[in-house]
């Protein structure tokens, strides 16, 4: 972006038969192009996991931002532009907050109080809690047990 190169054109025919140059033009490279985007602030960047789903939260602020594209890739990979896409480009606002949906977000569990967040449809068994989000297993006598 920036240099300055010269063109020149030639025809060429079936039999390679070359015909006379064109004049020299040149040619700013990027000179009319718009200007990238900056990078998403990662701090407005906010990722929920659900189930089936995960929720992505983004405040875009460049006034030349778009649209965004979301990639998948596995932990450690390196991004492939072409394979790692998920769906079409989002377009966004700047200035307001874009949700983008990856997975299907219509999924319910039909565990009652699968979070164990009360315990109030569980029927603890012997030696077993519920508290705080947690089902906890004691045993008795504690282990390791001896022969």
Known sequence: RGDLIELQAVAVAFDATEGASTSVVTHTVGADATALPAVLDEQTVTVTGGLGHARIALAVT????????????????????????????????????????????????????????????WTPGANWAIAAGQAQHTEDPPWPRTA
């Open 62 to 121: 460049d006034a030349g931002t778009a649209a965004v594209q979301l990639y998948r890739v596995a932990s450690g990979d390196t991004v492939d532009p072409d394979t790692d896409d998920v769906g079409a480009p989002v377009a966004v606002t700047p200035g307001l907050t874009t949700t983008v949906i990856d997975g299907d977000a219509t999924r319910v569990t039909l565990v009652a109080d699968g979070d164990f967040g009360s315990g109030a449809a």
